[in-house]
């Protein structure tokens, strides 16, 4: 059975960086495609960045891209998100996610979530 346990949200001032990371339990990355979707209070939940197994291919939404940049670490099992420049409109919770192969990361259909975790930007 798959996991995935994030962590590394919290509160920052607009401008500022975070690094969300998720542990994956379960899941090799070489048989996953790996993302990070977001859900803002009474919005619907978006994919903002994916990444292929192997790592060669990413997607990232309009929103993020060039802010934003998704990275695994296959020897600790982990997924991240960096994100810099953060605004208040990047205020979310975070959630990490799986989808088994055959997958695509545009639009990456999950299989497995994460908890989620809060991503708040003051400005």
């Known amino acids: 059975q798959v996991q995935l346990v994030e962590s590394g949200g919290g509160s920052v001032e607009a401008g500022g960086s975070l690094r969300l990371s998720c542990a994956a339990s379960?899941?090799?990355?070489?048989?996953?495609?790996m993302g990070w979707f977001r859900q803002a209070p009474g919005k619907e939940r978006e994919g903002i960045a994916a990444i292929a197994p192997g790592g060669r291919y990413t997607y990232y939404a309009d929103s993020v891209k060039g802010r934003f940049t998704i990275s695994q670490d296959n020897a600790k099992n982990t997924l991240y998100l960096q994100m810099n420049s953060l605004k208040p409109d990047d205020t979310a919770i975070y959630y990490c996610?799986?989808?088994?192969?055959?997958?695509?990361?545009?639009?990456?259909?999950?299989?497995?979530w994460g908890q989620g975790t809060q991503v708040t930007v003051s400005s």
């Open positions: 379960g899941a090799t990355f070489s048989n996953h495609c």
């Open positions: 996610a799986a989808e088994s192969l055959p997958c695509s990361i545009a639009p990456l259909r999950p299989d497995y």
